[in-house]
């Protein structure tokens, strides 16, 4: 569940780089891409991955 929502982005796909191992371990597959917006990055998630049936419903 959110409280807020503190900015809205819209990327096209030539802005959205692949997924970097970042050196370590991690688990990435819920992680779609990322993206530079700002100055900073952005990590783009797979939601439907990341929250539940019933979760994406509250």
């Known amino acids: ?6 900015e809205e982005l ?3 796909d030539n802005d959205i780089e692949d997924t970097s191992t970042f050196g370590t371990k991690l688990e990435i ?11 900073g990055v952005k990590i783009l998630l797979y ?3 990341v929250l539940s049936a019933k979760e994406k419903t509250l």
């Open 29 to 39: 597959n819920d992680i779609l891409g990322m993206a530079k917006s700002g100055g």
């Open 10 to 12: 819209n990327f096209n």
């Open 1 to 6: 569940m959110v409280d807020e929502v503190s």
């Open 47 to 49: 939601i439907d991955r």
